[in-house]
Each structure stands twice: as C-alpha cells, then as structure tokens.
C-alpha cells in the first residue's frame, strides 16, 4: 500500500536507502564467514570440495557464528526499542533495567538446582526470572515520583546491581564465578551448529514484535492515549514484556549479555526515522545487526590471531556512542 503522507521521490530514497542498507549488511555477513585463524577462503573451498575439512568448518562454525550474530544483534536492537516505547525513555534497555542480571539469576538457578536441566529448559527459567525482573523494575518506576530523563535508567541501573550482587555472591559461593562471566560477557567464538538455535525464537519475538509494532507506538504515548484509543495497555506491556524476556534470555543462554547495543541503535534510527515503532522496526533490526557484525570484525581482527570477546568491543564502541547521544544538543529522548 502506498503511503499517502510520503513524497514519492522520498519513497524512493527510502527504499534505495533500505536495499543499500541490507547490501552492507549481506558484505559484512560475508566477510565474517570467511575471517578466521583456519583457512576457509573461497579458493580452499573450491579446491578441497564439499568434504575438505575447509567446507567441515564453514558449516559447522563460521556460518553459524554469522548467523548467531546477525540474529542476536537484530534482536537485541528491538527489545531496546521495545523497552524504551514502554518506559518512555530513550535511554533503558534491557541492559540497564536489570533484565539480563535477573535472566543470569535465573540460569544461576536452575545451575544449582536443577543442573541436569536441557538447555531449552534453562532458557525457559532464564525467560521467566527476566519477565519477573522487568515487572518489578516498571512497579518500582511507578511508585518512582519524579520521571526525570537520567534517573529511570539509574533506577534499572541500582536494581540490576543488587540482583548482580545477589547472583555473584551466590556464584562465589558454589565456585561458579568463572561460568558466570560467561554469560555476563558476550563471546560467539564458542558458537558452533547446535548451539545457535535458540537465536531462532528471538527472531520469531521480532516476528511478534512486527505485528504489534503500531501497539507499541501507542503505548508509548502513555496509559491514558493507550486507553482512550481502546486498547488495553496492561496487555500491550505484557506483550512487550515477553518479547524482551524471552529475546534476552535467548541471547544470554547462547553468547552472553550484549551491553549498550539495544540502548545506541534504537536511539540512532529514532534520530532518521522518528518515533513510529513499524517504520522504525527494520532499520533498528538491520542497522543492529550490522553494528554488531563489524564489531564481533574488530574484535577478531584487532589481535590477530587472538580474539577480543564481543561485548567488550560492544561495550567499548556503545559507550562512546551513549555519550555521544547523552552530550548531544536537543536530546530527543523523553
């Protein structure tokens, strides 16, 4: 359908824009398939054929690194969009409204308790300990007087602290500090075939997420518009609410936690693209992927053959980034 608002040479540009944009991110796909310590250059597959240890290790390594990447970052990207149209605040994410240190809680859990669990089902309790997790920051946010811009992300930022505390406190205690940092810190090097697939219910999330775009449009203009409009906010935020429990605990259980990605990206589309969740959607999906991609490059490259895990170049570039919208003039966030 054509949109009745928008020029026809802007519709243009857009979509010109958008196919550049995903011909970027498709080189980038590539270039991750093909960078390594082992040689899997096109002219090793070519020459070794489809049984040729090159080939073994570009199906059962580098093309699910990629893709575990790609989805992980798309993902991540949405949930913050989705996190910050329901707090109404540009700078929340689920990295900073204690949604990864409770899913990490969570996987401490069923480690303790139950360790014998599948992974499915770890990712289950994880899903459900970061839907508690965010419930309880949004109640505290609630009885919180003032909204000013920096202290609703200060709030998520003391409640993930004490759960954080509580979750390194109980892994100093059972000796399972080490296991912890893993899922604190974002690294795909340990990604192989069969240890990705979880990153496809996070893709179905987006999926969701997609539908209910223009929901969350509306509920981010507050309770009252919400409810005055006939729809029923306290289902909206449900719905919002599992979309980034259970794409958050996904990427926990597969990589670890991703800082700052789902805070820099739906903040940098908003400045291009505005407000309106649907439109904004695929750009923050593409464009969190693609940042993603060049920094799990970097991290590769930068001390090679070595590797620098992902969420420290993530944290590294997102920071900077996070400055840079926090210092710039006319903030745009809420």
């Known amino acids: ?110 480690t303790l308790l139950a360790p014998g669990m599948p992974l499915v089902g770890k990712m289950a309790v994880a899903a459900v300990f970061a839907l508690a997790g965010t419930a309880l920051f949004l109640a505290i946010l609630r009885r919180v007087p003032s909204r000013q811009i920096m202290l609703v992300p200060l709030v998520g930022i003391m409640l993930g602290g004490i759960i954080g505390a509580v979750t390194t406190f109980l892994a100093y205690r059972f000796d399972l500090l080490q296991t912890l940092g893993t899922w604190m810190t974002g690294d795909f090097s340990g990604v192989m075939r069969g240890r990705y697939e979880f990153l496809w219910i996070a893709a179905a999330m987006v999926v969701v997420a997609w539908i209910a775009a223009d929901r969350f449009s509306v509920a981010g203009l507050g309770e009252e518009f919400t409810t005055n409009l006939g729809l029923n906010y306290g289902r909206v935020v449900a719905t919002g609410l599992v979309i980034i429990a259970v794409i958050t605990s996904a990427v926990i259980v597969t990589a670890g936690m991703i800082p700052f990605l789902g805070l820099v990206v739906p903040n940098i589309v908003s400045l291009v693209r505005g407000d309106n969740v649907r439109r904004s959607l695929p750009w923050v999906a593409l464009l969190g992927a693609g940042f993603i991609l060049v920094c799990d490059l970097i991290g590769r490259l930068v001390r090679f053959p070595y590797e620098i895990p992902l969420g420290v170049v993530v944290r590294t570039v997102g920071a900077a980034l996070f400055l840079w919208l926090l210092l710039r003039r006319g903030s745009r966030a809420h």
Not at 7 to 33: C, D, I, K, M, T
């Open 1 to 110: 359908m054509l949109d009745p608002v928008t020029p026809a040479p802007a519709r243009a540009r857009r979509r010109g824009a958008g196919v550049a944009a995903v011909l970027v991110v498709a080189a980038l796909a590539a270039l991750s398939v093909f960078v390594g310590v082992a040689d899997v250059s096109p002219a090793a597959l070519f020459a070794g054929g489809p049984d040729s240890d090159a080939a073994l290790l570009l199906f059962a390594s580098r093309i699910p690194r990629t893709l575990a990447v790609l989805l992980a970052g798309a993902a991540m990207a949405i949930a913050g969009l989705i996190m910050q149209m329901i707090v109404r605040n540009r700078f929340v994410e689920p990295g900073t409204a204690g949604t990864g240190e409770s899913a990490a809680l969570g996987i401490l859990a069923v």
